[in-house]
Structure formats: C-alpha cells, structure tokens
C-alpha cells in the first residue's frame, strides 16, 4: 500500500485490533494482507494465535496491544464490551499515546459512543465510530459499507486504512451519527429478513418452488438484499447461509442486540416503530430456542415449526 501519511506510508503504521470475531478476525487479517503492523487482543486466545500465525503481534490484553499504537480499532459485540476494552483495568486508552486515533467499528448506541469520544478526548485521543455493514463475506473480501461519525479531517486522514476493509467509506456527521446511521440500517436488514421469511414461509405451504419465487421477486417490487444473499432455504443460492445449516454471516442474536438498541434509540427520542418490535421478538425467540449462534435468517425455522401468535 503507497498511501502517504505526514511522509510515512499507512502500513508503517501501527495498529491493534481489538475483537476478532466473525467480523473481525477476517477485517484484521485483510490489514495484515495490505501490509500493516498489527498487534491483536481477543479474550479467545485461539482467536488471537491465528492471527498470530498469519504475521499479527499478540497482546495479552487491550491495554498492551494498545502500547504504542497510533491507531486503535475495536470490533466488539455491544457497548459494555467496548467500555470495557476502552476503560477497564487493562483498558486500551491508558496506553494510548496523545494525537493517537480509536476507531470503534462495533455497532452501539448513539449516547455510548459519544460518551466515549469525550473519554478519548480527555485523553488527547481522536474518535471515530465507524460501525460496517455487509456480513462476514465482506469483511472477507473488503467490500463492507463503513458508517462514520467523527471529524471529518480524522477521517481523510485514515481513510486509507478503511479502503481496505470497505468499498464505501462514508462520512455521516459528527460523533455518534455512524452509530446512528448504522441502528437504522439495521431496522431495514432486521425486519426485510423476517418479510423474506415470512414470504417463504408461505410460498412453502401453497407448493410453490423455492428457486421461482426467487427468481420472481428478485425481479420484482419485493427484491431486496436480504432476499439476494440470504434465501432461507436450501437449493436457491449456494452461498446462503441456508445451505450450510444457517452458518452465521451475522447471528441472530446480534440482530436482536441491534433491534434493542434502535428501539431503546427510539423511544428515547418518541418515535414508534411497531415493525420493528415485532421483528425483535422474533429474533429474541431464536436465542431463547438456542439458535441465536446461527445466521439471523434462521427466523425462518421459527415460522415454519411453530405458531408466532
């Protein structure tokens, strides 16, 4: 990578990777494909040592993977796991220099992730919330939508960097508008996915083939992006999560993570959105049945073996 950073190249940087789960471990190691020094922290230390493997520097905690570092960027499932990466007793922020920059890719909501740019501040650390979108096949191949909330001269700066984990780099506004961005996204992934489920789910009981009733409405008024990448049954699309028993792109529980924040968002400023809890409930369903580890298009298992109400 030749991109230039006040006279040095970007992946003369030194970066720690907090978080190397489903998303974050392909994401860390696409950076280090493009060159960058990365030290990594994950409490999974299987996690940590395949990325060892493949060139990483491994940290026995976020405050010593963060040594050092003048980029710091956390992938984390939910805000109390990132505060806790951040300012916990082997928090990051204590080892991160001044004029160093957190980049928190992790999807939160809007209040926490302000709270924690003015933590940073304190810190003479730049902030940047930049939650993804795209699943963990485009984390793999780099073509992720990252949503940013921050300065906008702290983005340019490291904009570099973020083209190698996304196609679509955007700013959204000040602190928190990533987040923010991101919450609403996720309304319209959570709750199309469950209107895909629900449209297969009667397409099923009327004998209708699987494969046409995809064929039709992805040319039709109903096509949709849960539809193209995640047709909830097996036989239409070879990389559905379908067919290789709902292996998670992005889990179900995450989804109802992600629905509660937009909700609490929601209610916080009065605004309804009754499609959306309704969607919840069905993703808060699948965890308590065991199956929130799977793809969150496995609501479709709920629909189709017993009665939702």
């Given at each position: 990578?030749?991109?230039?950073?006040?006279?040095?190249?970007?992946?003369?940087?030194?970066?720690?990777?907090?978080?190397?789960?489903?998303?974050?471990?392909?994401?860390?190691?696409?950076?280090?494909d493009?060159?960058?020094?990365?030290?990594?922290?994950?409490?999974?230390?299987?996690?940590?040592?395949?990325?060892?493997?493949?060139?990483?520097?491994?940290?026995?905690?976020?405050?010593?993977?963060?040594?050092?570092?003048?980029?710091?960027?956390?992938?984390?499932?939910?805000?109390p796991?990132?505060?806790?990466?951040?300012?916990?007793?082997?928090?990051?922020?204590?080892?991160?220099?001044?004029?160093?920059?957190?980049?928190?890719?992790?999807?939160?909501?809007?209040?926490?992730?302000?709270?924690?740019?003015?933590?940073?501040?304190?810190?003479?650390?730049?902030?940047?919330?930049?939650?993804?979108?795209?699943?963990?096949a485009?984390?793999?191949?780099?073509?992720?939508?990252?949503?940013?909330?921050?300065?906008?001269?702290?983005?340019?700066?490291?904009?570099?960097?973020?083209?190698?984990?996304?196609?679509?780099?955007v700013?959204?506004?000040?602190?928190?508008?990533?987040?923010?961005?991101?919450?609403?996204?996720?309304?319209?992934?959570?709750?199309?996915?469950?209107?895909?489920?629900?449209?297969?789910?009667?397409?099923?009981?009327?004998?209708?083939?699987?494969?046409?009733?995809?064929?039709?409405?992805?040319?039709?008024?109903?096509?949709?992006?849960?539809?193209?990448?995640?047709?909830?049954?097996?036989?239409v699309?070879?990389s559905?999560?379908?067919?290789?028993?709902?292996?998670?792109?992005?889990?179900?529980?995450?989804?109802?993570?992600?629905?509660?924040?937009?909700?609490?968002?929601?209610?916080?400023?009065?605004?309804?959105?009754?499609?959306?809890?309704?969607?919840?409930?069905?993703?808060?369903?699948?965890t308590?049945?065991?199956?929130?580890?799977?793809?969150?298009?496995?609501?479709?298992?709920?629909?189709?073996?017993?009665?939702?109400?």
């Open positions: 990578m030749t991109s230039r950073r006040k006279g040095n190249r970007m992946s003369d940087l030194l970066v720690a990777f907090i978080g190397l789960g489903t998303m974050g471990r392909p994401m860390a190691q696409r950076l280090i493009a060159g960058y020094r990365l030290a990594v922290y994950d409490r999974l230390p299987e996690a940590v040592d395949a990325l060892a493997a493949a060139g990483a520097q491994p940290a026995p905690s976020a405050r010593k993977a963060a040594a050092g570092a003048q980029v710091v960027i956390t992938m984390l499932p939910d805000g796991h990132v505060r806790e990466a951040l300012t916990g007793s082997d928090g990051a922020l204590q080892e991160m220099p001044a004029g160093s920059t957190l980049i928190d890719m992790s999807t939160i909501d809007p209040p926490t992730s302000r709270e924690l740019a003015g933590l940073a501040a304190r810190h003479g650390v730049r902030m940047l919330d930049a939650p993804v979108s795209g699943s963990s485009g984390a793999v191949d780099g073509t992720l939508t990252v949503m940013v909330g921050g300065d906008a001269a702290t983005l340019a700066e490291l904009e570099p960097l973020l083209t190698v984990l996304g196609r679509n780099i700013h959204c506004g000040d602190h928190g508008a990533g987040v923010s961005v991101k919450l609403a996204n996720q309304i319209i992934a959570g709750t199309s996915m469950v209107a895909v489920a629900e449209s297969y789910a009667l397409a099923r009981s009327l004998g209708v083939d699987p494969r046409l009733l995809y064929d039709v409405v992805s040319a039709s008024s109903g096509d949709c992006w849960a539809l193209r990448t995640r047709p909830p049954v097996p036989g699309l070879e559905s999560p379908a067919e290789a028993g709902f292996r998670p792109g992005f889990r179900g529980a995450l989804m109802r993570k992600d629905l509660d924040l937009a909700l609490a968002t929601a209610e916080a400023h009065t605004v309804d959105l009754p499609v959306t809890s309704r969607a919840r409930e069905l993703y808060a369903r699948m308590e049945e065991g199956l929130g580890d799977q793809d969150f298009s496995a609501v479709f298992t709920l629909l189709t073996t017993t009665t939702t109400g």
